[in-house]
Nanobody, 114 residues
Framework: VQLQASGGGSVQAGGSLRLSCAAS????????MGWYRQASGKQRELVAQ???????NYADSVKGRFTISRDIAKNTVFLQMNSLKPEDTAVYYC?????????WGQGTQVTVSS
């Protein structure tokens, strides 16, 4: 499975960004798709994920601010990020889980300035 992530950038605190992750196969055939992030000097962490059935899960630090969604027709998963904080600054990666393993997209940088 190939994943193409896009949508990162630089914003001021309180701003919004939307990340996109386009998959090379139907999202219905993917067990779970998710967004992870890795800040400088820190471990990669789960931000949000969505299952093939549409169930979602969020890290406590982003609940109420970030929303994960999908466009089935475009095999794309989105991460809408609102009320961004400087601590959201990181490289964001999309990941999918299918029968046979996990696949990662390339990272996209999100920088939030105070």
């Amino acid at each position: 499975v190939q994943l193409q992530a896009s949508g990162g950038g630089s914003v001021q605190a309180g701003g919004s960004l939307r990340l996109s992750c386009a998959a090379s196969r139907s999202v219905f055939s993917i067990n779970v798709m998710g967004w992870y992030r890795q800040a400088s000097g820190k471990q990669r962490e789960l931000v949000a994920q969505i299952t093939s059935g549409g169930g979602t899960n969020y890290a406590d630090s982003v609940k109420g601010r970030f929303t994960i969604s999908r466009d089935i027709a475009k095999n794309t998963v989105f991460l809408q990020m609102n009320s961004l904080k400087p601590e959201d600054t990181a490289v964001y990666y999309c990941k999918c889980n299918v029968v046979g393993g996990d696949f990662w997209g390339q990272g996209t940088q999100v920088t939030v300035s105070s």
